[in-house]
């Protein structure tokens, strides 16, 4: 299989999906400590920032979403099911969970949610694609 447009924008939304606990990560650290930090986390005791919570669940919501996009991406990648539209899908998926992450950290929920809808716009699109290949 060839690295399709569609592949290598899901490898950049998984990379980054994978990078995402870096920020929350690092500021648990500056305000532990590293030692407390790297322990079993007491939030009760130690909370983390009001962003970093707020990042910690973009994160998490960037990890469902990358679960149902990825098969779909992968699926249509087998069946040659490339169009144009599935290539702006995969570019506007990107850019919508970065953006997601972005703004849930920095507490923005009005474009949260149109990012969020964007990106779950994107995955429909794989999904009509694959199925209109079968037809």
Same mark, same amino acid.
């Given at each position: 299989?060839?690295?399709? &447009?569609?592949?290598?924008? !899901?490898?950049? +939304? ?7 606990? !870096?920020? %929350? ?8 400590? $590293?030692?407390?930090?790297? #322990? ?8 983390? &920032?009001?962003? #970093? ?14 679960? /149902?996009?990825? &098969?779909?991406?992968? /699926? ?10 599935? $290539?702006?899908?995969?570019? $506007? %998926? ?6 997601? %992450?972005? /703004? %849930? ?5 009005? $474009? ?5 809808? +964007? ?7 794989? +999904?009509? +694609?694959?199925?209109?290949?079968? #037809?």
């Amino acid at each position: 299989m060839k690295l399709t &447009p569609e592949l290598l924008f !899901l490898t950049l +939304a998984a990379s980054a999906t994978a990078l995402m606990w !870096l920020p %929350y990560t690092l500021a648990r650290m500056l305000k532990w400590g $590293v030692p407390a930090a790297l #322990a079993n986390p007491d939030t009760a005791q130690r909370p983390d &920032p009001v962003w #970093a919570r707020r990042a910690k669940l973009a994160h998490a919501n960037a990890i469902e979403n990358l679960a /149902v996009f990825a &098969p779909l991406v992968l /699926v249509a990648a087998a069946i040659g099911a490339s169009t144009p539209g599935t $290539v702006l899908a995969a570019k $506007v %998926y990107l850019g919508a969970r970065l953006l997601h %992450y972005l /703004v %849930y950290a920095a507490g923005i929920p009005l $474009v949260r949610t149109l990012a969020f809808l +964007a990106g779950f716009g994107a995955t429909l699109v794989f +999904a009509a +694609a694959i199925l209109g290949h079968a #037809a």
